[in-house]
Every structure is written in structure tokens, then in C-alpha cells.
């Protein structure tokens, strides 16, 4: 059986380097809950790739900039 | 705590009264002797009628729930920035509010316990009607076998939306 993958993220980051967005903002931008971002950029959930393609297209970067897994080689 | 964990926990305090106030009632009767325990058609009468009080139970209560949270986060947004705007207070409400993707995911998983629940419930009836064979005995565990499954079910929720979830 594969290995599980822990997916990391840059949401916080990105957040900060958006203009401050709140977690509010971004929920509402890809259309999930405040609850879910959170649980993302805790590292809770991972989302779906139609979700984690919204997230990217929020702070208009690709997505291997706001996620990316532990353990990859030459990864953030 | 989050809109989603309160309400698994509405709902698993709806499954239990209602299947608390079934048993006060049912067994009531059976022990006072007002019914026979095999009296097949008290039971049919009793578990409709409950069914019946716990959907509008469950209604109500979800009602009152979101009422009170509405309630609650007008509150909360009210007194985090003063006068404010309230369109922008409503949103924040819907907001709080919104089913997603991982809400969808959480359901899809306790669904799967609470159906795991269900069979053992109707496994276990029959086994039971095999060694003491009573009707009664196995529609009663056949019913509290949909509670518990829903209840177990609210529990997985609870704990999902506490621990985090992945796919697989």
C-alpha cells in the first residue's frame, strides 16, 4: 500500500501577502466555509483539486505555490 | 466550537431523548402490565408514533438551533464592530452557515458508520430471534439500532470536524 502524503500549505502566508485577506474572505471567495479554510491551513484537511485550484486562483498564483507534501524532492 | 460540531451535537441530544422518551414510555407500559410485551400491535403503534415525534422533534430542535445561533453571531458581530452594516452581519451568518465539500465528505463517513451500526442492529435481531424467539425483543432492537446508528453517526461527525479528515 502507498504511503499517505501530508500535504502542507502557504495559505497563511499567501493571506498575509494578499492585502491581509481574512479566512472569511477567502471562504467566501472559493465559495467553502470559514471552518474548512481553517482546517486546511491547520493542515486538517486536504481539499479536493477543484477546490485547491479555487484557492490559487484567489491569491492568482499556480497551485504547486500554495500546496505542496512533505518528503518531495527540491520541495518548499 | 463550529456551527457543524454544535450541531452533531444537537443532533445526537435530539436521538437520545427521543430514544429515552420511547423507552420511558414503552417499557412503562409493559411493566405496569397495560400491555403485553408480545402484543405485537402495541409496538407497531408505539414505533410509528415515535418515529413520527422524532421527526418533529428533530425539526424543532434544528429549528430553535439555528435561531439561537442566528442569534448568537448577530450578537458576536454586533459587538465586535459596533453598529456596522447589517446586510454584511447577515452574510457572516450564511457564512457560519455554509455546507461544503468537507461537510460533505464528514456525512458521507458517519453515514457509512451509522449504516454499520444499522446491520449489526438487524444481524444481531436475528441471532437473538434464533435463540429466544420474540417477536417484540427483535423490532425493539431493530428500532434502537437506527438510533444508535444515527447517534453513533452524529459521534464520528463530532469527531471529524474536532481531528481533521482526509480522503481514502
Not at chain 1, 19 to 22: G, K, Q, R, V
Not at chain 2, 35 to 38: L, R, Y
Not at chain 2, 81 to 84: A, C, L, M
Given at each position: 500500500m502507498a504511503k499517505k502524503l501530508h500535504i502542507t500549505n502557504n495559505i497563511r502566508k499567501l493571506r498575509f501577502s494578499a492585502?491581509?485577506?481574512?479566512q472569511q474572505q477567502l471562504a467566501d471567495k472559493v465559495g467553502a466555509s470559514r471552518q474548512t479554510i481553517i482546517a486546511i491551513e491547520a493542515g486538517k484537511y486536504a481539499p479536493s483539486l477543484e477546490l485547491a485550484f479555487k484557492i490559487a486562483d484567489a491569491f492568482d498564483v499556480h497551485i504547486g505555490d500554495v500546496f505542496d507534501y512533505e518528503g518531495r524532492a527540491g520541495g518548499k | 466550537m463550529s456551527y457543524q460540531e454544535k450541531r452533531s451535537i444537537v443532533s445526537m441530544l435530539t436521538a437520545v431523548i427521543v430514544l429515552g422518551a420511547y423507552w420511558l414510555y414503552a417499557y412503562g407500559k409493559v411493566q405496569s402490565n397495560a400491555?403485553?410485551?408480545?402484543d405485537m400491535r402495541f409496538w407497531a403503534i408505539t414505533m410509528l408514533v415515535f418515529i413520527g415525534i422524532g421527526i418533529v422533534v428533530a425539526v424543532v430542535i434544528q429549528l430553535l438551533f439555528h435561531i439561537l445561533l442566528s442569534i448568537a453571531v448577530a450578537v458576536r458581530e454586533k459587538s465586535r464592530?459596533?453598529?456596522?452594516d447589517e446586510q454584511e452581519r447577515g452574510s457572516t451568518i450564511e457564512s457560519d452557515m455554509v455546507t461544503d465539500e468537507r461537510d460533505q465528505l464528514i456525512e458521507l463517513k458517519s453515514m457509512r458508520v451509522s449504516f454499520i451500526v444499522v446491520v449489526i442492529g438487524f444481524v444481531s435481531a436475528l441471532v437473538l430471534l434464533i435463540i429466544h424467539p420474540s417477536m417484540a425483543v427483535m423490532l425493539n432492537i431493530l428500532y434502537g439500532s437506527f438510533y444508535i446508528g444515527s447517534l453513533a453517526g452524529s459521534v464520528i461527525q463530532l469527531f471529524y470536524y474536532k481531528r481533521g479528515i482526509r480522503y481514502g
Open positions: 492585502n491581509e485577506m481574512t | 400491555v403485553a410485551a408480545d464592530e459596533g453598529d456596522g
